[in-house]
Each structure stands twice: as C-alpha cells, then as structure tokens.
C-alpha cells in the first residue's frame, strides 16, 4: 500500500513569488493534517481536514497561506506571497479519521525562499 | 514546541541502550508518542502510550511514563547504527492535534 505521497519535493523560489504543495494521503484515511517544520525544531501543525472540511486552522497565516481539500482527497496547500521566513519543510500527514492514534507522515516538500 | 522539552543531542556506542528522555505540560494529554526522523524523510511513529498506562514494551523500545512528573522516556536497547536518527517525542490534545517536542539527535557510534 502506497503511503502519503507530496510533491514536489524540493523547491526554491524567490520571495514574494506564489508556491503550492500537493498532497495525496493514504487510500481511505479520512483526516489530513499539514505540519510546518523549522530548521532543528518539531513539526507545528498549520491546519486538519475531515474530509473536506478544514476543522482545525488556528495556526494558519491567513493573510498568505491558503489551503483547500476539495474532494475530500488530495489536497494543495499554497502560499502568496512567499516570505524569507517561509522556508522550512513542509509535511503533510493522514489518519483514518480524527479519533485514530496513528499519523502516517509524507517526506515534506522543503521550501527555500531566496 | 515550548509544551513538550526534549534533550538535544544523544551519543551512544553501538549494542549500548539509549534513553531519551521528554517533559510535557498538558496533563490532559491522553497518549505520548514517540516518533523517529531519518534525514531527507518523513516521520515514522515508533510507538505510543495511553496515559494511563506506565510503561509500554515493544521489542527493543521501552516506553516509561511518569504521570505525575509529566516525564516520558524511550529506551532503545541494543543500540545499532541504524537507529541514528532525530527522534521526537509528541503530546496529543483535543482531536489528536499533536504537539511535537524539539527532538532529540541520537548518535551511533560503532
């Protein structure tokens, strides 16, 4: 069975230019998290989806961040402008639903803002 | 995250046990997790504990858990070089929203 599938998964761009992330979590795993990862610290998590619905996005900088799940499947996670402050690695995550113990983690895309 | 402290650097000789250790804040957190992080790759859980348990034994890892000191311990016994990695020690909170320590970097030296 395939685990959580990201891409890309490396990127540099310059500040101020759009980036987007594309996440597939595991077939049938409901719940899907995106976690940022700073530099020698732990994944902070950005926002959870039940299916489509974002239920938790408390610590998502609306102001440049955006993400949508629209099928309740994949899922893309963009940020405009992107900020120096930006560059970290992103994760995103999956369970099978939001009572489950086990998070299944992808292997980030790390983002470079230059 | 400022809930969960960990240790930041452990070095040990391969075939040695390694523990490291991890405090946490919320005592409202129902499981403790342990996962492991390899360079260039994701998060692996390891293993994970409810919280009112005491200690959890799964093949080479034992998880200890001290309720009352908010402390949390991952012992890895015959330590290989395999097993260097960063690990991160995790608190769940209200719909399993995890709360990730800094982690700690083990080293296997052989």
């Known amino acids: 069975e395939a685990g959580v599938v990201q891409s890309p998964r490396y990127k540099i761009i310059e500040k101020k230019q759009p980036v987007a992330f594309w996440c597939n979590p595991i077939s049938g795993h409901n719940t899907l998290y995106w976690y940022r990862q700073n530099l020698g610290q732990g994944p902070e998590l950005l926002i959870r989806?039940?299916?489509?619905?974002?239920?938790?996005d408390s610590q998502l900088p609306k102001d440049r961040f955006s993400a949508e799940r629209l099928k309740g499947v994949d899922s893309t996670l963009k940020i405009q402008p992107a900020e120096l402050g930006d560059s970290a690695v992103y994760l995103c995550?999956?369970?099978?639903?939001?009572?489950?113990?086990?998070?299944?983690f992808g292997p980030g895309t790390r983002l470079t803002v230059l | 995250g400022e809930d969960v402290e960990q240790s930041l650097f452990l070095s040990v000789r391969e075939g040695d046990s390694s523990v490291i250790n991890c405090t946490y804040t919320?005592?409202?957190?129902?499981?403790l997790y342990w996962y492991k992080q390899e360079p260039g790759a994701g998060l692996q859980l390891l293993t994970y504990i409810f919280s009112n348990m005491d200690m959890k034994q799964d093949q080479r890892l034992t998880v200890l858990l001290n309720k009352k000191d908010k402390h949390l311990s991952l012992r890895i016994a015959d330590t290989q070089t395999g097993d260097s990695a960063i690990y991160f020690c995790?608190?769940?909170?209200?719909?399993?929203?995890?709360?990730f320590g800094a982690g700690t970097i083990l080293r296997v030296k052989s």
């Open positions: 989806y039940e299916n489509e619905e974002a239920v938790d």
């Open positions: 919320d005592s409202s957190s129902t499981y």
């Open positions: 995790a608190e769940s909170k209200f719909g399993n929203k995890l709360v």
């Open positions: 995550a999956s369970s099978l639903d939001y009572r489950s113990n086990e998070q299944f």
